[in-house]
């Protein structure tokens, strides 16, 4: 079982400090854990993989949301037999789909973090494969007007485990979550942020008041910023003053220039408070949390989560963690007079920790109005609420001696931005190996092509260069990817295309990497899928074909209950087809036709195994596009023509249509095995049309909430057609292919 240990020290300035204990806060599942000195070493065990899975659990759950009622957020989690596309939609008393996403998880429990807007009963659905779990889901905040907010906060394939620590609060770990690390020496506290993935040791600051060690200044487009330690945070001292004045009454615009406000239109007060920015500008147009936005490099924007680390050490009665600090409105005892200027306020601060906030005023969103310098201080935060047009910020008031924490202006307003030192970024790598066969013989690579899909961008190997190493960086906030060697970007979650040559002949794969692996392409061809000669289904035997990396079933799918093309297909547990003409005896030679739900069954998701065999799936446009590339004569696998619409390709069709059946004597020469036979269609009235003329596929790519993606062989073509113009209600033929084939 892998783990993940931390170490814990500490300095004051550069000097040494013993640390009286530690505790850790689990900022995304919750929970907490401390250490007592002489204990600084945490051992955080997880799991990777799906062989810890308990057995006990065979099908998808949703377990109830906690805490149910919800007033503010509520975490929800479920857990996934096998790893694959799950579609998660919210919705409302009405049926109304209030959010409607899908995320490809591993097999085991993931968390998500709900923030109801208004409403007072929500229902949680989760759709996997032809599975569906769903929960209700009570609200008793305040929530109107607000946007519904979904987020996926972690993954872990079975209960984590905490090791080495005796003394834990219902504390649990997962790659990916958030973890606050609270030092404790001498009454002084230090508070730092953090998503572990490796081993690491943490150095926890006890300096406060000091400009930052090593950095005591920043030169930043003309101007000189000082740094102030606030113990574990390093922070520009004075409020950020860049870019070019605009008046007051024009909003600013995504034109490639930082555009400021100076209070009142006077540059001088840009001089003496800084500058005042809309939300959007000071982020640079991203909603990432933690973007470097408008501050200079190796600084970013401070997220809403920092500010409460801020907050706590300088408060003298609320520590860093406390709950006190997750409220709205005023909160705290004294952190708003610990952080005030000594100076320039109507009733000034004292300035405790040398951060200096001054009382800048602020812009009033579409009036161009200047209010409250001199009497308060606001400043923006880079996460956005739940409205998309409003964001969190803080306010210092001249006569509180309190923080405020509320999102209740408008992004257009005009506020001053601090920025705060970003941690170094730590460096990960995938290794990926690659090897070739035919059949069950070895082959020698002549080379390999790398894409991007995601992002865009390829990189080539050539022989005997087999392994690649894609690298990339993460910090805390935001996450970054890095330029991989060779010159193609990439960040876990990114889908990548392999297309290995050898001679004349490529065979291509679609991954999605998250660890380093050896991965196999296959180079035999119109062969039965090696290991996999027929598969067995509801009663039919159905026959493999191996076409080079990919395993397809050799006829199109029969399976189900037979009902009338008048009829429309019913999510009633019941697979049902239609037959060509309402006889069974085309559902024999042809297959049977499909409406595109029937075929997923009733889930959006691609990839899905729908009406498939177990082990099997829908192929997705990107799979068919693999299968067109590897049998074209001209255009290979990822070539741009296979982005393309209508006729595509110069003889993918001619190849993978059968010898015989087709109209007038149009056969295919079916070189791969393919096998395609011109099984017609149905249309949404029930009316059929094009047997022997057209084979109609659909794959589990949707367009748009009512097309799907097509692809059609037709009698006279040599091409294969790609489209969305026919309705999801048409009833076509299923092909499917084999999930994740390693030959």
């Not at 991989?484 to 297309?499: A, C, Q, V």
């Not at 596929?697 to 057609?721: H, K, M, T, V």
Request: glycine share 10%; proline share 5%.
């Amino acid at each position: 079982m892998p783990s993940i240990e931390l170490t814990f020290t500490a300095i004051d300035s550069a000097s040494h400090v013993k640390l009286d204990s530690i505790k850790v806060m689990n900022r995304t599942q919750g929970g907490d854990t401390v250490l007592y000195w002489p204990d600084t070493i945490l051992v955080l065990d997880y799991t990777v993989g799906i062989t810890e899975v308990s057995n006990e659990k065979t099908g998808l759950q949703i377990f109830q949301n906690y805490p149910n009622p919800v007033k503010d957020q509520t975490t929800i989690t479920l857990y996934v037999p096998e790893k694959g596309k799950v579609v998660i939609m919210i919705s409302d008393m009405l049926g109304r789909k209030l959010i409607n996403t899908d995320r490809l998880l591993d097999r085991g429990y993931h968390s998500f973090r709900f923030t109801p807007g208004s409403g007072r009963i929500f229902f949680f659905t989760a759709f996997w494969q032809a599975t569906t779990s769903s929960i209700k889901i009570l609200n008793s905040g305040n929530g109107s007007g607000l946007t519904n907010l979904l987020e996926y906060t972690g993954s872990k394939v079975t209960e984590p485990q905490l090791k080495r620590i005796e003394a834990t609060q219902n504390f649990s770990f997962s790659l990916g979550d958030t973890l606050l690390y609270i030092g404790y020496a001498n009454g002084l506290q230090s508070g730092m942020l953090d998503a572990p993935e490796m081993s690491d040791t943490l150095t926890l600051q006890f300096a406060t008041n000091i400009p930052c060690p090593g950095i005591p200044t920043v030169t930043y487009e003309g101007q000189v910023y000082n740094t102030i330690q606030i113990f574990s945070q390093c922070w520009l001292k004075e409020n950020l003053n860049i870019g070019t004045m605009i008046l007051g009454i024009y909003d600013m615009q995504d034109n490639g220039i930082i555009e400021k406000y100076c209070y009142d239109n006077d540059p001088a007060n840009c001089d003496e408070y800084g500058g005042l920015y809309q939300w959007t500008e000071m982020m640079q147009y991203t909603t990432q949390q933690g973007t470097q936005g408008i501050c200079p490099d190796g600084w970013h924007v401070p997220t809403d989560d920092e500010w409460k680390i801020l907050e706590g050490v300088v408060d003298s009665l609320y520590g860093v963690g406390d709950p006190e600090w997750d409220q709205l409105g005023s909160r705290g005892f004294d952190a708003g007079l610990n952080l005030k200027s000594t100076n320039g306020w109507n009733i000034n601060g004292n300035d405790l920790f040398g951060f200096s906030g001054l009382p800048g005023g602020y812009r009033y969103n579409w009036a161009g109005i200047f209010s409250f310098i001199g009497y308060e201080g606001y400043w923006w935060m880079a996460k956005k609420n739940y409205d998309p047009n409003i964001t969190w910020f803080r306010y210092l008031r001249y006569n509180y001696l309190s923080v405020t924490r509320h999102y209740d202006l408008n992004w257009s307003c005009g506020f001053s931005v601090r920025c705060i030192r970003s941690p170094e970024p730590t460096t990960h790598f995938i290794e990926l190996t690659f090897t070739a066969i035919d059949s069950a013989a070895y082959v020698q690579l002549d080379s390999l092509k790398v894409m991007n899909l995601t992002q865009g961008g390829d990189t080539t190997l050539f022989w005997p260069d087999t392994i690649l190493v894609l690298t990339y960086e993460i910090v805390a906030n935001p996450q970054k990817y890095s330029r991989l060697n060779r010159g193609i970007d990439f960040f876990p979650g990114d889908e990548l295309l392999y297309i290995a040559y050898i001679d004349t002949l490529e065979s291509g794969m679609l991954d999605a990497p998250e660890t380093s692996d050896t991965l196999t392409l296959q180079f035999a061809t119109n062969i039965p899928c090696p290991g996999t000669p027929t598969v067995t289904y509801e009663g039919q035997v159905y026959n493999t074909i191996q076409i080079f990396n990919q395993c397809w079933l050799k006829e199109n799918l029969n399976v189900g209950v037979m009902i009338p093309g008048t009829q429309t297909m019913e999510d009633n547990g019941i697979i049902e087809k239609y037959c060509y003409d309402d006889n069974p005896y085309n559902c024999n030679t042809y297959g049977g036709l499909y409406q595109w739900n029937e075929m997923m069954q009733y889930t959006p998701t691609q990839g899905v195994q729908g009406i498939c065999p177990p082990g099997w799936n829908i192929p997705t446009d990107e799979e068919w596009k693999v299968l067109e590339g590897a049998v074209d004569s001209q255009y290979g696998i990822g070539d741009p023509e296979w982005d393309g619409l209508t006729y595509r390709g110069y003889d993918a069709g001619k190849r993978l249509k059968s010898e015989t059946g087709w109209y007038s004597g149009y056969n295919g020469t079916d070189v791969f095995g393919f096998t395609a036979r011109p099984g017609g269609s149905r249309n949404y009235g029930g009316l059929f049309f094009d047997l022997e003329y057209y084979a109609r596929f659909w794959p589990s790519s949707e367009y748009n909430d009512y097309f799907a993606w097509q692809r059609y062989l037709g009698y006279g073509l040599d091409e294969i057609i790609r489209e969305w113009t026919y309705y999801e209600s048409y009833g076509f033929s299923v092909r499917c292919l084999r999930d994740n084939f390693t030959p």
